[in-house]
């Protein structure tokens, strides 16, 4: 769902979809959010936000960065980073974020932006490392690296987010009842804790409070991809 929201959010010039996620999709409840983080590999130098940006002014379009695909969030997050900065790099999609990570892990690129949950095994063990990671507070499993917000670039709190949804027209009650059960089980101690070891925060919503934050999300892609002019096919 995360993947649509990005893509949604774009000018209508570029590459549009053939669903539509309010009108096709009835949501059914959040399940949790993990932050975006910038890296960088553990071949560069650089070891702060600040730093990582003189490194690309002095070196134009000399570094590239991986994306999940295009219009994914690791690509918006990235892009928007590029607008706010002035900085060039060079820009390599994937079909999917593990071909991403195995490529930045080998040197053939040098940055991304992707989900903490993609990464954080790799930060352990010191193959790339965190600049700094979205969303309104410092992750608990990265306590040292500071949120990009804390390092002057407002508007920088999006998570990578997941969530359940069914087909249009679902029955009011069979979606009370499965919003339940899921609520349920993100309480579930067990549960919460194998969603913390992948970096994921529980965030147990409605099915009403969902789909008012699915369209938030749409609302917010948009306006940020025509105010900054970001275009998908770039």
């Known amino acids: 769902m995360q993947r649509y929201v990005a893509m949604h959010g774009t000018t209508p010039a570029t590459r549009k979809i053939p669903y539509d996620p309010i009108k096709q ?30 490194f690309l002014k002095k070196n134009p379009d000399k570094i590239s960065y991986g994306l999940a695909g295009q219009g994914s969030l690791t690509h918006m997050t990235m892009k928007l980073f590029k607008k706010e900065t002035g900085v060039s ?44 990671v979205t969303g309104k507070a410092r992750s608990p499993l990265l306590k040292d690296v500071p949120t990009m917000e804390e390092v002057g670039f407002k508007g920088f709190d999006t998570m990578q987010w997941y969530g359940s949804v069914g087909l249009t027209g679902m029955p009011a009650d069979v ?45 917010r892609w948009t306006s940020l991809a025509k105010a900054h002019n970001i275009h998908l096919e770039e």
């Open 175 to 219: 979606v009370k009842r499965l919003n339940e059960a899921q609520v349920a089980v993100l309480k579930a101690a067990d549960f919460r804790e194998k969603l913390s070891s992948e970096a994921i925060e529980p965030w147990p919503m409605t099915s009403d409070q969902f789909g008012q934050f699915i369209r938030a999300e749409i609302a």
């Open 25 to 54: 999709f009835t949501p059914i409840g959040m399940i949790g959010a993990t932050p975006n983080v910038l890296v960088a590999s553990s071949s560069l130098s650089v070891k702060t936000v600040a730093e990582f940006i003189d």
């Open 89 to 132: 790099l060079l820009h390599i999609p994937y079909r999917g974020i593990s071909l991403a990570i195995n490529d930045l892990l080998d040197v053939q690129s040098q940055a991304m932006f992707p989900g903490l949950a993609a990464v954080l095994q790799h930060l352990k063990s010191g193959r790339m490392r965190a600049l700094a």
